[in-house]
């Protein structure tokens, strides 16, 4: 099997976690999507553009963050193999991002284009289905990780984040895991070592 055929089956596997496709379907869906490789560190997205593509990660790791006015960064979104990443505010809205959608390592997306994902929503019903509960989960998501940043202590969440990414201390450099905790980097660090004992 070709590197572009494991690339289609495991975003079909994912979307069809949720929905079943027609053979048909999986035709008209294939043609729509681009394959995507990215150096580490390289941007999809950066402020000042529109997001127009929904991104799946197959291999590798990304995040989406933002610079305040004294340029620290605040990572609001890692996403690893098998998630979604993406300014959805900017994607839904059709305003400017704020936001960088950067790869952290060597990194594999397939994405769509919002046009051609509209004209799929008209000729595949279960993707417009799909879309809608992925939307609603990262809405519900978003939520959770806001009520936790403010009732949920530092290294809870920290321990949280670890059950959810999995190998992810092996993979991301601290600050941007305590950047997504909102703490910095020395708080962290004095965190583990301080549980640890």
């Known amino acids: 099997m070709d590197k572009r055929q494991r ?23 294939y043609e729509s999507i681009d394959i995507v490789e990215l150096k580490r560190k390289e941007c999809v997205l950066q402020p000042g553009q529109v997001s127009k593509h929904m991104r799946f990660v197959v291999t590798g790791s990304m995040r989406c963050y933002y610079l305040d006015l004294d340029s620290q960064e605040h990572t ?6 098998g998630w979604w990443i993406n300014d959805l505010y900017s994607y839904l809205s059709g305003k400017e991002s704020q ?5 952290i ?3 594999t997306l397939v994405q ?8 799929l929503y008209v000729k595949i019903p279960a993707l417009s289905t799909f879309f809608r509960i992925k939307i609603q989960n990262a809405y519900v998501s978003l939520q959770e990780r806001m009520l936790e940043q403010m009732s949920i202590q530092v290294f809870d969440r ?5 059950k959810e990414y999995r190998n992810i201390e092996q993979r991301v450099p601290q600050y941007m895991i305590a950047s997504y905790l909102g703490v910095t980097p020395e708080f962290l660090s004095y965190l583990k070592k301080k549980h640890s004992m």
């Not at 769509?112 to 004209?119: D, K, P, Q, V």
């Not at 920290?158 to 670890?162: P, R, S, T």
């Open 158 to 162: 920290y321990q949280k984040f670890i």
């Open 99 to 103: 936001m960088f959608v950067q790869a």
């Open 105 to 107: 390592e060597k990194t």
């Open 112 to 119: 769509i284009n919002s046009e051609a994902l509209e004209r």
């Open 76 to 81: 609001l979104q890692i996403g690893i193999e």
């Open 7 to 29: 690339i289609l089956d495991f975003f079909l596997n994912h979307i069809k976690e949720s929905v079943n496709l027609t053979q048909d379907e999986v035709e008209l869906l």
